[in-house]
């Protein structure tokens, strides 16, 4: 049996409850270069781990692409389809559900809830782990490419005694998404600006 759902049931989940998870719409970066208007044309393909795309309205490859357009409008990039620069971002999973993967501390948990009567929160891993490639073609032909992965690991504890339990750790799920994002747009924008 699967580990714990990917991103898009967790906000299933926090609907059925009521509480639609807030979702991050701008980078929380500071660009430290300005692009000065420099047009662009932004792609981004988010796969999981077995080389199958995400679709482009599920919320892995459209959270990555809303921060990612927020980073580059922040630097002073104009986002347009018909600009002579594409930047071809891919990200391929390599946890076992893919971009996400949701680890419960199951020995942990199990201690501290004898110790504890079963009142303790339950511990859960939220790992982002994915390979990246990032691309820089100028009118048909790359002229800078890099291997930038996307990683990052944080780590919830909610009590069961709260009814929400499951919805809060499912909104760290996606927390810990938008997190790892922010950092690899920010790695990518320097990637660019050195490139330009």
């Keep these: 049996m699967k580990k714990l ?3 898009s049931a967790a906000l299933l989940i926090s609907a059925c409850a009521g509480t639609p998870i807030p979702l991050q719409t701008e980078y929380q970066g500071q660009p430290t270069v300005s692009a000065q208007g420099e047009k662009v044309r932004l792609l981004v393909e988010a796969q999981d781990h077995t080389g199958k795309p995400y679709p482009a309205d599920s919320l892995l490859a459209s959270q990555y692409r809303t921060i990612a357009e927020s980073g580059f409008k922040k630097a002073g990039y104009v986002l347009t389809a018909d600009a002579d620069t594409q930047l071809r971002v891919s990200v391929r999973g390599r ?22 009567m079963g ?7 939220h790992v982002v782990d994915a390979a990246g490639e990032v691309s820089l073609v100028r009118n048909g032909q790359t002229i800078a490419a890099k291997q930038i992965d996307m990683q990052r690991t944080e780590t919830s504890c909610f009590s ?5 339990w499951v919805a809060n750790q499912q909104e760290a799920a996606v927390r810990t998404y938008e997190h790892a994002a922010n950092d690899h747009v920010g790695k990518v924008l320097e990637f660019v600006s050195t490139t330009r």
């Design 95 to 116: 946890t076992t559900n893919g971009i996400v993967d949701n680890q419960s501390n199951v020995g942990r948990n199990l201690a501290t809830g004898v110790l504890t």
């Design 160 to 164: 069961t005694l709260n009814p929400s």
């Design 5 to 7: 759902i990917c991103l």
């Design 119 to 125: 009142i303790a929160c339950k511990e859960m891993d």
